[in-house]
């Protein structure tokens, strides 16, 4: 079948980034023929730079470990927390943990991992389009049968597919549609941050570590990731209203924050900033329903979570991996029904939830020393939590112990689904301010 003298794709998925070129890449391993749109064209601009080692396993079925074990990304081994006090908890140690291969491993540049991502899907014969806009999905009745592209040229077409993924981001087309994003009740953040040169970094097993740095009034914190070529990328999280209302500009207010956190002041002290600052307005969220009949949702374009423990990548490494089986066993046996196409976002959501409530509860002025030091035999539950290791009950041990430490009157975190539907929150589309001076 051809339109406009072109052959139709099996499935059409929108956007080129983590989640899109996974599921391209594992879908065309087992002969479906895909055509990928992105609207950019890479190396493009991206934050999300630290890996959690659970995505070794999807990494591994794409074919990428060889990459990436070659390339100069800088190695993590584990994750550090900093109280407001600039005092070092034990390292969460990887290894210690899982003595696998797969507990190590990177701290990225993502418009370099990013390219990595779908030069592969390309050598795995996915048909790459980028600087080609998906202007909307083609729907006949409830189904998705397609797209409407905008070529670099201007030009309109549709290209036809039994199945379309949605893999465009926090922009959310099929989302957005229809009107299915429900806003985290909980988690909305922003963040600023800048790149600098010369910061303080540690060495050895610890110089790839991620440090997660407490603001000094305990509102928020910091991510602290060492990048290569002596490159570190430094960003405050906080909620949006207290960072963003009432502040002059995102330089005073990143200085300010700074300023006032003395596990980030005494890393940069010696340093030079070599970007200008950004800023991104995120909320987390989620889409009421994975799939429907000939579609189905993966990535950001499904979900966002709160950047604390790093997990974004794993989640749309793991979404495209899961989407992806489930498209082609329904291609394999004629069913490309909703049910089908989302019979893995149940699991996937319950794994995003265990990651949300550590997320919450360390918000909530949750201690991971606190909890170590009561119940140490749990370390190694926790660090599997960290890890990315979410798609299991096994885990799940930790939230008793937990609730045990709360203070009188503390009720245990409320699930994701109590949030409220995009349409009845104004003013929360998110943005992203690109700086001045030389991107990282």
Known sequence: MSVDGRTSP???????????????TLMAQQGVAVQLFERERFPRFHIGESLIPETYWVLKRLNMLPKMQQSHFVKKYSVQ??????????PFYFWDNKPHECSQTWQVVRSQFDQMMLDNAREHGVAVHEGVRVHDVVFEGDRAVGVKIKDEDGSFREVRAQVVVDASGQN??????????????????????????????DTGRDEGATLVIQTGNKNGWFWYIPLHSDILSVGVVAPF???????????????????????????VANAKRVTGYFATKDYSYRSKQVAGDGWVLVGDAFGFLDPLYSSGVLLALKSGEMAADAVVEGLRTGDTSGAQLGKWGAGFNEGVDRMRRLVCEYYDGFSFGGMVR???????????????????????QVWGPLESLYPPGKTPVPRWDAGTPADQVPDKANELVLPEGRRP
């Open 81 to 90: 927390f900093v109280n407001a006090h600039g005092r070092n908890s034990a």
């Open 374 to 396: 009561t119940y140490p035999h749990l370390q190694g539950t926790l660090t599997d939590i960290l890890i990315g290791d979410l798609f299991t009950d096994r885990v799940d």
């Open 10 to 24: 099996d499935v059409v998925v929108i956007g080129g980034g983590p989640a899109g070129s996974t599921v391209s």
């Open 241 to 267: 209203d207290y960072l963003f209302k009432g502040r002059n500009n995102y330089a005073q207010t990143y200085e300010e924050e700074v300023e006032g956190c003395p596990g980030v002041k005494e890393r």
């Open 172 to 201: 959310g087309l099929i989302m957005n549609r229809l009107r299915l994003r429900v806003w985290d009740p909980m988690l909305n953040k922003g963040a600023i941050w800048t790149y600098w040169e010369g910061a303080y970094r």
